[in-house]
């Protein structure tokens, strides 16, 4: 203990520091990478301060750091999370289960179904549908139909119920029931009742006889000319709107159905985007035509932006082949060529395209010479790349037999992923490699064919005697060497062009 003492007579047992006031959640730390090397550390609740236990001569000045534990905490793992997502790059956006997030269903211009996706509002020129009340009223749905069919009846008949009503109470012959003597405008008129009941046989031209119009009332004889001819009038409009209705070729368009995909393959050796469509009934389409449009949003030269662009896609309006005989389904195929707005567009650019196509089918329903028009859309996730449609058509005994349960079925072909214009420079650079080596060799060939006519015959020097013989359209070990270094060249010199 005296040694101890001497050695370090200026070490105290305890080291107390003060604890400043802070906030909530706010710790103090003073022990610093020094002390920590030098002494032990012992925490005390109870009192709040640091006890520390030096082994130095003269221990180093603590520092205090006002940052809490939690802080330091937070920036550490801040600083792993930077380094790790520097490693690993930017992370995918995960949806439900972890799974990846598909795109954005693209909202449809045109239902698979045929009905347009679109709604006018903010009209301010209503009075315009007053003007074609026909056709406004043959718009309409079933149930407003309806009710106006009933309400345009229900409506003449009281109108001219009351005037009836009217007229027998003006002339008093409600006052006259039990005198004999009176002649009444309506016979048995008693009642507004009775009254509509007399409106209703006279539009309708029943006639039960009991109720009559005599000749003692002129202003009756005219009502019961003008309800005559209103009556015409109406039976004569609301009639006529119910058979539109009825005899409307939209339902006629339920059995002509399209294909839930289209495809996109090779038709002798062009690129062609392809759909299915057939007519499920035994009467046909007469004079069936095919249209489609590519909707697509663009911007101008100008900047000026174009919502739902349409784009004509031709599916054989040139050649005629656009007008169909639908007897049996018909595969329409559109030749994507300099002309086609999928020109420029590969496997990897359809799948990130947003475009829709709406195809047409129009034609005449051959039992009531209506015209009918079937619609559908294919949107870009619809067209299936380097597919083909099944065969549905087999030839049964006296007949051809169509199974409709393959209709919608397609099957995977080689297809090449590039686009129409990348396979057609490809064509075209082939072709031209093709026409240059055949025309070099047939340049070559009379050379050959004088040098070893030159050369002494090797035959009549040995003593065997006979002529040097040529076989015409063979080519010799010599001529397939030169042909092989020919056919290098040109693909050398087609790959320096195209570097050009």
Request: hydrophobic fraction near 40%.
């Amino acid at each position: 203990m005296a040694l101890e003492n001497s050695v370090f007579p200026s070490r105290p047992d305890t080291l107390t520091l003060p604890v400043e006031d802070k906030g909530e959640g706010e710790e103090v730390e003073v022990a610093t990478e020094a002390t920590a090397s030098t002494g032990v550390f012992n925490l005390s609740e109870e009192l709040g301060h640091v006890v520390t236990t030096e082994t130095a001569p003269s221990p180093p000045p603590l520092a205090k750091v006002r940052r809490s534990f939690q802080a330091k905490l937070a920036e550490r793992e801040a600083n792993a999370n930077q380094t790790r997502k520097k490693i690993q790059g930017p992370e995918e956006k995960r949806g439900r289960f972890g799974w990846g997030k598909s795109r954005r269903k693209r909202q449809r211009y045109v239902e698979k179904n045929g009905r347009c996706n679109v709604q006018h509002g903010n009209m301010q020129e209503t009075y315009r549908y007053l003007t074609d009340i026909f056709t406004t009223l043959v718009d309409l749905n079933w149930r407003c139909s309806l009710f106006v069919f009933v309400m345009a009846y229900a409506v003449t008949w009281l109108f001219f119920g009351a005037i009836w009503y009217l007229i027998a109470y003006c002339r008093g012959d409600l006052d006259h029931l039990e005198d004999e003597n009176w002649t009444p405008c309506v016979n048995n008129v008693n009642g507004f009742i009775s009254a509509f009941l007399f409106s209703i046989e006279t539009e309708t031209t029943i006639g039960y006889g009991h109720r009559v119009i005599t000749d003692q009332c002129p202003v009756g004889t005219m009502l019961l000319l003008l309800q005559a001819i209103l009556g015409s009038m109406v039976n004569a409009f609301m009639v006529g709107c119910m058979f539109v209705k009825i005899s409307q070729p939209n339902k006629r368009a339920e059995t002509l159905v399209f294909s839930k995909h289209a495809v996109i393959s090779l038709r002798d050796d062009k690129l062609c985007l392809m759909f299915r469509v057939g007519d499920l009934r035994s009467s046909h389409i007469v004079g069936a035509n095919m249209r489609a449009k590519l909707i697509k949003s663009k911007q101008t030269q100008e900047g000026e932006f174009i919502p739902l662009d349409q784009t004509d896609i031709s599916v054989g309006f040139e050649t005629g082949d656009d007008r169909l005989f639908l007897v049996s389904p018909l595969v329409i195929s559109h030749e994507i060529d300099a002309h086609s707005p999928f020109w420029d567009m590969s496997q990897a650019q359809l799948e990130k395209e947003d475009f829709e196509i709406v195809v047409i089918l129009e034609g005449m329903v051959e039992a009531t010479g209506m015209t009918c028009q079937a619609r559908s859309s294919y949107l870009g996730e619809e067209v299936l790349w380097g597919h083909r449609f099944s065969p549905m058509m087999s030839l049964a005994e006296g007949f051809f037999d169509i199974d409709y349960g393959a209709f919608h079925h397609t099957f995977e072909v080689a297809t090449p992923s590039c686009s129409a214009r990348e396979l057609s420079l490809a064509a075209a650079r082939l072709d031209a490699h093709l026409y240059w080596s055949i025309s070099s060799r047939l340049d070559e060939e009379p050379t050959l064919t004088n040098q070893a006519s030159k050369q002494p015959d090797s035959g009549s020097a040995n003593g065997k005697g006979g002529e040097p013989t040529f076989i015409v359209g063979e080519m010799t070990d010599i001529q397939e060497q030169t042909g092989l270094g020919e056919l290098n060249g040109s693909v050398a010199t087609d790959q320096s062009e195209s570097e050009a």
